[in-house]
């Protein structure tokens, strides 16, 4: 009796322990449920994980043509103009690029009148930026001459197409030729700017 009570109790024993084991191996989780588990979360293909910035971008070339120019990129919003990229000069260099008259705008080029306040007449702005320091008055006509000139090139230029081919005039207040007394350089009405074609007096 004592020998059935013992098999009965070990029977007993051995029937819990398997009720508190689990059904499968530790580890044999079901192929679905890990697959599942271990699929990260990934946005849409067409979902960039960065939102762009507001606004388009444009470039500002600063320098001559003799010296070579340094690219500045422009943030803008709303349609791309001549006076817009002009007035990005002048926010990027210090120099005033005050204009007498909107850019003019045709299928001979484009035509620029600074007016007689601006950086071209009245000289740089005192102090000047280190980055764009000008140590004479020639220099800083040709730059701020060839920086417009180049910019707006390229700015108005179609893919493919070729930024010399469009033409940059400059004239003053009146329709008057442009001229620098100070300087003794003229540029005369009836040909496209190029610096290297002004009048020396």
Same mark, same amino acid.
């Given at each position: 009796?004592?020998?059935?009570?013992?098999?009965?109790?070990?029977? +007993?024993?051995?029937?819990?322990? @398997?009720? @508190?084991?689990?059904?499968?191996?530790?580890?044999?989780?079901?192929?679905?449920?890990?697959?599942?588990?271990?699929?990260?979360?990934?946005?849409?293909?067409?979902?960039?994980?960065?939102?762009?910035?507001?606004?388009?971008?444009?470039?500002?070339?600063?320098? #001559?043509?003799?010296?070579? +120019?340094?690219?500045?990129?422009?943030?803008?919003?709303?349609?791309?103009?001549?006076?817009?990229?002009?007035?990005?000069?002048?926010?990027? #260099?210090?120099?005033?690029? #005050?204009?007498?008259?909107?850019?003019?705008?045709?299928?001979? @080029?484009?035509?620029?009148?600074?007016?007689?306040?601006?950086?071209?007449?009245?000289?740089?702005?005192?102090?000047?930026?280190?980055?764009?320091?000008?140590?004479?008055?020639?220099?800083?006509?040709?730059?701020?001459?060839?920086?417009?000139?180049?910019?707006?090139?390229?700015? +108005? #230029?179609?893919? @493919?197409?070729?930024?010399?081919?469009?033409?940059?005039? /400059?004239?003053?207040?009146?329709?008057?030729?442009?001229?620098?007394?100070?300087?003794?350089?003229?540029?005369?009405?009836?040909?496209? /700017?190029?610096?290297?074609?002004?009048?020396?007096?």
């Amino acid at each position: 009796m004592k020998r059935l009570t013992i098999c009965l109790a070990a029977v +007993f024993c051995v029937a819990l322990a @398997g009720c @508190g084991a689990p059904d499968e191996p530790a580890g044999s989780v079901p192929v679905e449920s890990s697959a599942a588990a271990a699929a990260p979360t990934v946005p849409a293909v067409d979902s960039p994980a960065v939102s762009p910035a507001d606004g388009q971008a444009a470039t500002l070339y600063i320098g #001559t043509k003799a010296a070579g +120019f340094v690219e500045y990129p422009l943030v803008y919003e709303g349609a791309l103009t001549a006076d817009l990229l002009i007035q990005g000069i002048s926010d990027l #260099t210090g120099w005033n690029l #005050t204009l007498s008259e909107p850019v003019i705008s045709g299928k001979g @080029g484009m035509s620029v009148c600074l007016s007689s306040e601006s950086a071209l007449f009245a000289g740089p702005p005192d102090p000047q930026k280190d980055e764009f320091h000008m140590y004479s008055g020639e220099q800083l006509a040709e730059t701020v001459l060839d920086s417009i000139q180049k910019t707006l090139q390229m700015g +108005f #230029t179609g893919e @493919g197409g070729d930024p010399d081919a469009l033409d940059i005039w /400059y004239y003053m207040e009146g329709e008057q030729p442009l001229n620098l007394p100070e300087l003794g350089l003229s540029w005369p009405l009836d040909q496209p /700017y190029q610096w290297e074609s002004a009048n020396r007096q």
